[in-house]
């Protein structure tokens, strides 16, 4: 392996990393950051939709492009997958050919000149976010809308397909040991990278009030399904309160948590949620989607109290042992129950402490990338 004496770095980030308030970019923004602190100089690649330019990103980076994404409709019946293709600018790849610092892609999104031949003899990696046909399948299933489910299976069957050249890059960064699995199957060299994220230690126990909490970006169909299941499989009839936390909940979901009594939708900022994650007796967080690694589950392992979980959110994550695990709806019920009498002990806090430290800290998973990029 080539050792480089002065670490240079391309990343291509699928969107803005900042504000860093969702899972993907959330990972993004803190590996840069983490890399800056360890002494590698990040080229950042941002694809632009909504977001504009950062000053907040110009201070971890050695230099930071903007480029639009091509949003345009044609590309829908294009036979790559629309969130490949829609990242494709000349100037991406002119960029990129000015040096020969390696190469790092986040997502498949941001794959589409993985195997361009102008860039063959790169050190090229993929940092995986998700299986992301299995990801947009489960986004299918849980659409009503016809023409929304259709794009989903369609995407789903176009990505599964470009997911092969992935064998082209020279190494993989899985985000969960579920994925390295799945992703070894096509490469070899699959190294498993735990999420970036907003915490380096364990915040400060604080005093806990009666309500379970459960958060998640509410727009996002497989998060709403998570929350109409534990009105109707968990709080219904309980006498426990429920407060969901998220913004871009729909009609139905506003008007359904409106006809509970022991329910409240709220919507805010970091600095709330950061407050309801650490006062909540038991954060609570199901999911029937079983793809990468949650990074809402990270946020409340490292901020809160008691977490219950299904299956589904921790399996193969290396986090089992941090939570409370049921199968379904009455055995949340008699968790709750459980959980509700019982302090969250400093000993309990202590052995997350040791796991959470050791396998999911931004410096350490940082210096794992760098050696495996640079050697």
């Not at 950062?54 to 036979?79: A, F, G, W």
Request: aromatic fraction near 10%; glycine fraction near 6%; charge should be neutral.
């Amino acid at each position: 392996m080539q050792v480089w004496m002065d670490k240079h770095l391309h990343i291509i980030s699928f969107d803005v990393p900042w504000p860093a308030d969702y899972g993907g970019v959330i990972d993004v923004f803190y590996k840069v950051k983490a890399l800056h602190a360890i002494g590698v100089k990040v080229h950042l690649h941002c694809f632009t939709y909504g977001r504009s330019s950062q000053d907040e990103i110009k201070t971890i980076c050695e230099k930071v492009y903007y480029y639009p994404r091509n949003m345009n409709r044609s590309l829908l019946i294009h036979p790559l997958p629309f969130i490949v293709v829609s990242r494709q600018h000349d100037a991406l790849l002119r960029h990129l050919k000015q040096d020969e610092h390696p190469i790092l892609f986040e997502g498949l999104h941001s794959c589409y000149y993985l195997d361009h031949p102008d860039l063959k003899e790169r050190d090229k990696f993929v940092r995986t976010h998700n299986v992301e046909h299995d990801y947009y399948h489960a986004l299918a299933d849980g659409e009503s809308g016809y023409l929304k489910r259709l794009y989903l299976n369609r995407e789903a069957r176009k990505l599964r397909g470009f997911e092969r050249q992935l064998a082209l890059a020279k190494g993989l960064f899985a985000i969960s040991p579920m994925d390295q699995e799945h992703f070894k199957q096509i490469n070899d060299e699959v190294t498993w990278l735990p999420p970036f994220h907003a915490n380096e230690t364990l915040a400060e126990p604080r005093e806990k009030e009666s309500f379970a909490l459960y958060h998640g970006n509410l727009s996002v169909s497989e998060n709403e399904k998570a929350a109409k299941f534990l009105m109707d499989e968990v709080f219904k009839g309980l006498d426990k309160k429920l407060i969901i936390f998220g913004n871009g909940a729909s009609r139905k979901l506003r008007k359904k948590a409106s006809l509970m009594t022991n329910v409240e939708l709220m919507e805010g900022d970091g600095t709330l949620l950061m407050d309801l994650v650490q006062k909540a007796q038991v954060n609570i967080l199901p999911t029937f989607q079983a793809t990468g690694m949650k990074l809402k589950l990270l946020f409340s392992l490292f901020n809160g109290g008691h977490v219950l979980v299904n299956p589904p959110m921790v399996d193969k994550t290396g986090l089992e042992s941090c939570c409370e695990i049921v199968e379904d709806g009455p055995q949340m019920q008699a968790a709750l129950e459980r959980l509700w009498r019982k302090t969250f002990s400093e000993q309990d806090r202590m052995k997350r402490k040791d796991i959470l430290e050791q396998n999911f800290s931004n410096t350490e998973n940082a210096h794992k990338l760098s050696r495996t990029i640079f050697g």
